[in-house]
């Protein structure tokens, strides 16, 4: 299983941008998508989660909350974030992540996830 994330770019404070993350390889029907990521100088960060159960429910870090999307293609094989109203402070690199065979426990956590995307960079200026 690979990921390709893509999307990235330069934008203003108050854009949007929508970024993908595809998936070569198989995804199991239980599987949960997750996005992180690392600012300048920063650790990496939980950004938001796909959960496949019941047909599909997003969660999202308080700080991204009512600004950020997730959704994915019934074919399971890409997931997007579309980030909106977009802050200086979300200048990072956006890594996407999956874990095949998703039974539960925290999807915020890195170590969950096998597979990771090689990150693309989202800087906001002001």
């Known amino acids: 299983v690979q990921l390709q994330a893509s999307g990235g770019g330069q934008v203003q404070a108050g854009d949007s941008l929508r970024l993908s993350c595809a998936v070569s390889g198989r995804t199991y029907a239980s599987h949960v998508w997750g996005w992180f990521r690392q600012a300048p100088g920063k650790e990496r960060e939980f950004v938001g989660a796909f959960v496949s159960w019941n047909g599909g429910m997003a969660r999202y870090a308080d700080s991204v909350k009512d600004r950020f999307t997730i959704s994915r293609d019934a074919a399971r094989t890409t997931v997007w974030l579309q980030l909106n109203s977009l802050r200086p402070e979300d200048t990072a690199v956006y890594f996407c992540?999956?874990?095949?065979?998703?039974?539960?426990?925290?999807?915020?956590?890195?170590?969950?996830?096998?597979?990771w995307g090689q990150g693309t960079l989202v800087t906001v200026s002001s």
């Open positions: 992540a999956l874990r095949n065979g998703y039974h539960g426990g925290s999807y915020s956590r890195e170590d969950i996830y096998g597979y």
